[in-house]
């Protein structure tokens, strides 16, 4: 099992230009979540995807839009990209009632200039 | 005032030393407590986890939680090089499809030889 993956590794973006990070897992999770971290400031969630077919703020959703596009994949968008935005972007999934565990990717890491 | 506070380090301590990792909270409802550790340009992974108060040992850590006074600890004993990394606190007030992470800031390790 590959377990949570996510696509690129690394992305360089514009002010103003749009992106959509892939994030996909393997383990048939019910929940998905995107967390972006940043200096001094932890793991803060963007959105999250409690089962397939819903998605729901989190603390820090403006700027992005989500898509549960299926139980496996959960994709989050930057439609106008900030420099606000340069970050390192975490997916995670959830099991139904294993506990509060959550399995993570292996981040993003985005800048935008 | 954030809800989950947890100092940034960095901690330096020698191999072999016992090293004690805290975060206090405020949020009373939370009663499911995670320790992360994040290696460096790597995602967190689960490292212990409790429920309510107590103590959990598993193996050189220990996880302790009271939450009278709203404060958990992760406890290294016979610290390794192996163990530098980042630990992150992480809580919640409930399981299920729709619960979400607290997480701390996280503690940067270093453990030297």
């Known amino acids: 099992n590959a377990g949570v993956t996510q696509t690129p590794k690394f992305q360089v973006l514009k002010t103003g230009q749009s992106m959509t990070l892939q994030c996909a897992q393997d383990?048939?999770?019910?929940?998905m979540y995107w967390y972006r971290q940043d200096p001094g400031m932890g793991l803060r969630l963007i959105y999250y995807?409690?089962?397939?077919?819903?998605?729901d703020k989190g603390e820090v959703p403006n700027g992005y839009n989500v898509s549960r596009l299926n139980k496996r994949e959960f994709s989050l968008r930057l439609e106008s990209a900030a420099p606000s935005q340069t970050s390192v972007y975490f997916c995670?999934?959830?099991?139904?009632?294993?506990?509060?565990?959550?399995?993570f990717g292996p981040g993003t890491r985005l800048t935008v200039l | 005032q954030k809800e989950v506070e947890q100092d940034p380090g960095p901690l330096s301590v020698p191999e072999g030393a016992i090293v004690s990792l805290n975060c206090t909270y405020s949020?009373?409802?939370?009663?499911?407590f995670m320790w992360y550790r994040q290696y460096s340009r790597k995602g967190p992974e689960l490292l212990m986890y409790?429920?309510?108060?107590g103590n959990k040992e598993d193996g050189r850590f220990t996880a302790q939680v009271d939450k009278s006074s709203k404060y958990i600890s992760l406890f290294i004993r016979d610290s390794q090089p192996s163990d530098s990394a980042t630990y992150l606190c992480?809580?919640?007030?409930?399981?299920?499809?729709?619960?979400?992470?607290?997480f701390g800031t996280g503690t940067r390790l270093q453990v030297t030889l």
């Open positions: 383990m048939n999770h019910n929940s």
């Open positions: 995807s409690a089962s397939e077919g819903t998605t």
């Open positions: 995670a999934s959830k099991a139904r009632d294993l506990y509060n565990e959550q399995f």
């Open positions: 949020n009373s409802a939370f009663q499911y």
């Open positions: 409790t429920y309510s108060s």
């Open positions: 992480a809580m919640s007030a409930r399981t299920g499809t729709a619960s979400k992470l607290t």
